[in-house]
């Protein structure tokens, strides 16, 4: 088992930053794909960002490539999604997951575990 907690979500202005934090427990975190996605209301989930298990491999959402980052901490157990110039349609639940394998990174069902996720809201 993977446990998984994200945190840092909160409520930011349009343009502004928060920086999610998703720490980790359990089975080895080093090997696996550490996925981001969110859920605006009535909205299927969404990826947003995933990142491979040494890092070399990342990739985005076209909707948040060039203000969003994410990275991951070994050391820590924990991945980052640095997020910057915010805007209202960014807000969602967001959740970090966790899988092996990169192929299907983008795609929900291709996870099996999930945190609880965080609540972000930008406000225009």
Same mark, same amino acid.
């Given at each position: 088992q !993977?446990? +998984?907690r994200e945190s840092g979500g909160g409520l930011v202005q349009a343009g502004g930053s928060l920086r999610l934090s998703c720490a980790a427990s359990g089975r080895p975190f080093s090997s696996r794909v550490m996925g981001w996605f969110r859920q605006a209301p009535g909205k299927e989930r969404?990826? !947003?960002s995933a990142i491979g298990w040494n890092s070399d491999t990342i990739d985005y959402a076209d909707s948040v490539k060039g203000r969003f980052t994410t990275s991951r901490d070994t050391a820590k157990?924990?991945?980052y999604l640095q997020m910057d110039s915010l805007k209202p349609e960014d807000t969602a639940v967001?959740?970090?997951?966790?899988? +092996?394998?990169?192929?299907?990174r983008s795609t929900p069902g291709n996870y099996d575990y999930w945190g609880?996720?965080?609540q972000v809201t930008v406000s225009s």
């Amino acid at each position: 088992q !993977v446990q +998984l907690r994200e945190s840092g979500g909160g409520l930011v202005q349009a343009g502004g930053s928060l920086r999610l934090s998703c720490a980790a427990s359990g089975r080895p975190f080093s090997s696996r794909v550490m996925g981001w996605f969110r859920q605006a209301p009535g909205k299927e989930r969404d990826f !947003v960002s995933a990142i491979g298990w040494n890092s070399d491999t990342i990739d985005y959402a076209d909707s948040v490539k060039g203000r969003f980052t994410t990275s991951r901490d070994t050391a820590k157990n924990t991945v980052y999604l640095q997020m910057d110039s915010l805007k209202p349609e960014d807000t969602a639940v967001y959740y970090c997951a966790a899988r +092996l394998g990169w192929r299907g990174r983008s795609t929900p069902g291709n996870y099996d575990y999930w945190g609880p996720g965080t609540q972000v809201t930008v406000s225009s």
